[in-house]
């Protein structure tokens, strides 16, 4: 049965309380002693936890709705055991061989724990997801005949959250670039680029994936490890059988090993991209730096900082209706007073290039186009010229070819050592040469073997002289 189907219904009410804070914090602390105790509480010691952190956190624990006056008499901590345990978040189990009643956090609960845990605690991250770790068990699960497909699903679940801590790594990015343009000054700049970005992006996963666990070194075994499972056909057979007979026939191996492959070319396509919007927060960072350093010290951050103390008095004159707030002055009074001391018809106030350019005449397009060449249609020779195959043999160099290694009347191509191109493609000849009616030459038709010398393969013939 589903664990979702084992919830109660007053385990959501946690999520609507006006003191979920408190449980939440309660639940976390719980677990926390829970997993010390060899997970197993009595009530007193529950009660223990939750009086030491009612003492540290200051919580205030209003009303619920199915408490009662009588209930607002007992302490903070007895309340919020209560509610735990009325509404599922935790359970009482009857130890009958001791006669204790032990509080144990059911299955469904733990779950919500576990993410009540990540979501308050800043170093909770996926950190501990290696590739190493992927690789160590798609090894295993070829070579170790005593593993089952659990192993193997192992893997996929580990494929599937590296996928998932890259794509949140992509998906906050933008909260990055939004503080990035918040910062105002250039100490605060820093601060947030490497107390904010790289503490929380480049050294966790993706700063792992480019170092020490390098994607790309692993990802080569590890595809050569999933096709040779894929192609062993005989030890599919071994692994379907095996899991057949444990009863494990919810997945099939060869399903498994497409969905991880799968992943790891999602994983591939998401550490691309993590590498372009690296890309751009540095190149980000470095124009902000640059802006904000030059802000104060060239021209033109200068017109840009009393731009905007112009146009922050224009805004309060239409807030207030009063001229001479903000600065002292007024938006007319403070042009004024610009005008007198800055030139601002200067071409560098304005831009470091003209701000016109002459263009060129348009030439007209036609008058200069270059003549058509005419070309003069070819003859009947020429054509038989053009299509006339160019040898590079002669019919007398071929002839030479052949008495140069015949024998006894008789060229054994077996006995010839052909070793470059040119001998090669002279033996091609003299076989096309002896073909021809007017030829000097035979071969005599045989069953003959393949001959393999070095790149070139060729028929054992045998050339004779015709009438022989």
């Known amino acids: 049965m589903q664990l979702r189907f084992e919830i109660p219904d007053k385990f959501w009410g946690l ?16 677990n926390e002693e829970y997993q010390y105790s060899n997970y197993f509480l009595t009530r007193e010691v529950c009660i223990q936890v939750l009086s030491d952190m009612y003492i540290k956190k200051h919580f205030q624990l209003k009303q619920e709705e199915d408490e009662t006056e009588f209930d607002l008499l007992e302490t903070p ?4 055991l209560k509610w735990l345990l009325r509404t599922g978040w935790l359970k009482k189990l009857e130890d009958y061989n001791t006669l204790a009643t032990n ?27 290696y590739i190493q770790n992927v690789y160590a068990t798609l090894f295993s699960f070829k070579n170790d005949s005593r593993v089952n497909l659990s192993m193997l699903r192992t893997a996929l679940v580990n494929t599937r959250r590296l996928n998932k801590a890259l794509q949140d790594m992509l998906h906050n990015m933008d909260k990055f670039f939004g503080r990035l343009l918040d910062q105002q000054s250039y100490h605060e700049l ?9 503490e929380e992006i480049v050294r966790k996963k993706y700063h792992i994936l ?8 692993y990802k080569t075994d590890i595809k050569k490890c999933l096709r040779d499972m894929r192609e062993n056909e005989e030890w599919i057979g071994l692994v379907r059988e095996r899991s057949k007979a444990m009863g494990d026939t919810k997945d099939d191996v060869v399903d498994l090993l497409d969905m991880i492959e799968r992943g790891f070319d999602d994983i591939e396509h998401r550490i691309s991209n993590m590498d372009k919007e690296h890309t751009k927060y540095v190149r980000a960072t470095v124009t902000r730096l640059n802006y904000l350093l030059s802000g104060e010290t060239d021209t033109k951050g200068l017109v840009v900082q009393l731009l905007n103390q112009m146009s922050a008095a224009v805004t309060e004159e239409q807030n207030t209706q009063v001229e001479n707030r903000g600065n002292g002055y007024s938006y007319e009074e403070m042009l004024q007073l610009t005008g007198e001391r800055m030139n601002m018809s200067l071409l560098e106030m304005l831009s470091e290039k003209s701000l016109y350019k002459r263009r060129k005449p348009r030439e007209d397009f036609i008058s200069q186009m270059a003549e058509d060449e005419t070309i003069e249609d070819l003859n009947r020779e020429d054509v038989l010229k053009l299509n006339r195959i160019q040898q590079r043999y ?25 070793a470059d191109e040119e001998s090669f493609e ?9 073909t021809r009616r007017n030829s000097k030459y035979i071969v005599l038709e045989e069953d003959t073997p393949q001959i393999e010398n070095g790149c ?8 004779v002289r015709r009438g022989i």
């Open 15 to 30: 999520f609507r309380s006006v003191n979920r804070e408190a449980y939440m914090e309660a639940l976390l602390n719980i």
């Open 77 to 80: 901590a007895s309340r919020t």
């Open 103 to 129: 509080i144990v956090i059911p299955d469904y609960a733990a779950i919500f724990i576990d993410a009540f845990e990540r979501l308050g605690s800043e170093d909770m991250e996926e950190t501990e997801i």
């Open 190 to 198: 820093l601060k947030e680029h490497l107390e904010g970005y790289v």
């Open 210 to 217: 480019k170092t020490s666990d390098n994607f790309y070194i």
């Open 394 to 418: 002669s019919k007398q160099e071929i002839e030479a070819f052949i008495e140069e290694h015949m024998k006894d009347d008789v060229m054994d191509v077996e006995k010839l050592k052909i």
């Open 426 to 434: 002279k033996l091609i000849l003299a076989y096309d040469y002896s």
């Open 456 to 463: 070139y393969k060729y028929p054992a013939l045998k050339f």
